[in-house]
């Protein structure tokens, strides 16, 4: 508890809390934080905690949000590093920890923005971080969801078990948006649209359309513009 009880303190001190928006909440019981995982966006993780130790917990927060939550590792053992690297936790800290340690992986997030912005997907054994602004838009026929991307000028496809409910609660964020029954489509990547389909970038076949969606796809593109002219 005295170790919870510093490190919230130097939360607290953080120089950039305010500026950053950042609102503590701290933990002792692994099996409550386990139960709101969805609140928080970046997790302090003890690599070992009573009940789900903080390496099981990291891989129930990969498992349910992918690569849109931060992990932190804290632990006094130097060989979980492999542990880190598999549950893609930004950084490992050793205990005790120390301030300016600390307040760099803080400063790091912002810096390293571009991780939160990649979207971890499996297909048996092979696993892939495909970048989200790369993604053209996710098909899904029966269980399996084709992910059509850009990858160096050239179209790709890569297909895991995915539902489109559960891509679409994770990319939403990042301007997804499910034009079609079957698919979820990256506004970033429409070149223009009407009534027979969607018309991607640096892609002649078009993909289909909701009639019914028409206006409200028109709708968030024009406010996608206007964030991004307000940059």
């Known amino acids: 508890m005295r170790e919870l009880r510093e490190i919230m303190s130097?939360?607290?001190?953080y120089p950039r809390k305010a500026a950053y928006g950042i609102s503590a909440t701290a933990f002792s019981n692994s099996e409550e934080l386990a139960e709101r995982i969805g609140e928080f966006d970046v997790f302090l993780l003890d690599y070992r905690m009573p009940d789900i130790d903080g390496f099981e917990l990291a891989k129930r927060i990969?498992?349910?949000?992918?690569?849109?939550?931060?992990?932190?590792?804290?632990?006094?053992?130097?060989?979980i590093v492999y542990d880190a690297?598999?549950?893609?936790?930004h950084r490992y800290l050793t205990k005790p920890v120390e301030k300016e340690k600390l307040y760099r992986a803080l400063n790091e997030l912002d810096k390293d923005a571009y991780s939160f912005r990649r979207l971890l997907v499996r297909n048996g054994g092979d696993s892939k971080l495909i970048d989200i602004d790369s993604i053209y838009f996710i098909k899904v026929e029966?269980?399996?969801?084709?992910?059509?991307?850009?990858s160096g000028g050239e179209e790709k496809v890569f297909v895991c078990k995915r539902s489109l409910d559960s891509l679409e609660k994770e990319l939403t964020p990042f301007h997804f948006f499910r034009t079609h029954r079957s698919y979820l489509t990256n506004l970033s990547m429409i070149d223009y649209l009407n009534t027979d389909g969607i018309y991607i970038k640096n892609r002649e076949e078009s993909i289909?359309?909701?009639?019914?969606?028409?206006?409200?796809?028109?709708?968030?593109?024009?406010?996608?513009?206007?964030q991004r002219n307000a940059l």
């Open 62 to 79: 990969r498992e349910e949000y992918m690569t849109t939550k931060t992990i932190i590792f804290i632990s006094q053992y130097d060989d």
């Open 208 to 226: 289909p359309i909701r009639a019914k969606s028409l206006n409200k796809i028109s709708r968030k593109l024009r406010e996608l513009a206007r």
């Open 85 to 89: 690297f598999e549950v893609h936790a």
């Open 10 to 13: 130097l939360i607290e001190e």
């Open 142 to 150: 029966r269980k399996d969801a084709y992910i059509h991307y850009d």
